[in-house]
């Protein structure tokens, strides 16, 4: 009798090691999946913002959204008036039935300095980013001297 209760202490022994290893598997768990959404939410961010830096740069430089659209690979939108470029998951330039994200760039203001609103976000989701965007007129500043 003294060795069957030995044998079944350890049983329960192991059974409570099992039980506590499998909760601090779970967190574990719990924790590289966590730090994967993270990693993706980062790796989003840092191309968004590229592509953002790209198109007010563009925009900066040209101060026409027609040609902003065209150069970054979009188009205009007629219904809002604004330049839109589609991206898809790996962030290349893509049409809309690809698309994962989107970049809109509206113009705010008619007169100089060009004020516009460029946001970037996923298609049918959040918004990743958004800013403002002045262009200065360089055809005013010529037309003076």
């Keep these: 009798m003294n060795n069957k209760s030995k044998a079944s202490l350890f049983l329960i022994e192991k059974l409570i ?6 909760i601090c598997a779970a967190a574990c768990a719990d924790i590289f999946v966590e730090s994967y959404l993270m990693a993706n939410d980062s790796r989003d961010m840092n ?8 198109g007010a740069e563009l925009y900066k430089s040209h101060e026409d959204l027609f040609e902003t659209a065209k150069m970054l690979g979009g188009k205009i ?3 809002s008036g604004s330049a839109v470029v589609y991206y898809d998951s790996g962030w290349q330039v893509s049409g809309i039935e690809d698309a994962e994200y989107i970049m809109r760039i509206r113009q ?3 007169a ?3 004020l516009s609103e460029l946001s970037i976000g ?3 989701g959040e918004e990743i ?6 262009a200065r007129s360089t055809t005013a500043s010529r037309e003076k001297s």
Excluded at 17 to 22: D, E, L, Q, R, S
């Design 17 to 22: 090691v099992i039980v506590v290893f499998a």
């Design 112 to 114: 100089p300095p060009f």
């Design 77 to 79: 939108n007629a219904d």
């Design 129 to 134: 980013l958004s800013f403002t965007v002045a």
């Design 122 to 124: 996923k298609i049918g």
């Design 47 to 54: 191309f968004a913002l590229t592509a953002a830096k790209n």
């Design 108 to 110: 705010i203001d008619d």
